[in-house]
């Protein structure tokens, strides 16, 4: 059964992944002083990875809202590359945080199987990387950094249970889908910005 997508819907759906972008070169610029050596590229790829998936679902809306082909590998596909990407962000950030006690101190059936297997491991990876976010930012003292990656632990944490139940077809379902993605993307994004200006002040 094909999701009820217009054009609009789909193009809304790319919105979080330049939210992501946003967020990311924040984070990255944050980081790239104290996290030494792979860990350092292993962060970038894992970015990657969620943006890359985010991209492919996004596209596979707009290839339906655009012609009415349905490619669902590329809506499938997401589960493995974000689930991987959240999980090696999980482990870059906490190996950073092993290295640094002080961010201041250094300058359908395939559809089923990605989603029962790689759907819990994205959920892990992200709880984990927020938790290392939200310990980085209380010891830089980026206590409004802090306060939006709670935020987003709490919104994403929820997606995730209630995405694993639910199957969005229908156009309100998805756009309440897309909807709850982009704000809790955004939370991410500004808890990056606030962290990336705490971290100017020290550099």
């Known amino acids: 059964m094909f999701p009820e997508v217009t054009l609009s819907l789909a193009l809304y759906d790319y919105l979080p992944i330049l939210i992501w972008i946003a967020g990311s070169f924040f984070l990255i610029d944050t980081l790239k002083g ?43 596909i997401q589960f493995p590359l974000m689930g991987a990407g959240f999980f090696l962000l999980f482990l870059s950030l906490l190996s950073f945080l092993v290295q640094h006690k002080d961010i201041q101190g250094e300058k359908f059936a395939a559809a089923v199987f990605f989603k029962k297997v790689f759907l819990p491991l994205m959920i892990v990876g992200s709880v984990g990387s927020t938790v290392c976010l939200i310990i980085v930012a209380k010891r830089s003292k980026a206590y409004l950094s802090l306060i939006f990656y709670a935020l987003f632990l709490i919104v994403s944490t929820m997606m995730g249970y209630i995405g694993s139940r639910i199957t969005a077809e229908h156009y309100q379902i998805i756009l309440l889908e897309q909807t709850i993605n982009c704000a809790s993307t955004l939370l991410w994004a500004l808890g990056s910005y606030f962290l990336w200006r705490a971290h100017r002040r020290f550099v």
Do not use: E
Request: one cysteine or more; proline letters at 2%; charged letters at 10%.
């Open 34 to 76: 104290g996290s030494k050596g792979i860990f350092f590229y292993i962060l970038i790829l894992s970015l990657a990875l969620v943006c890359v998936g985010g991209t492919l679902k996004a596209t596979w809306k707009l290839l339906i809202a655009l012609t009415g082909s349905n490619l669902p590998l590329l809506s499938d």
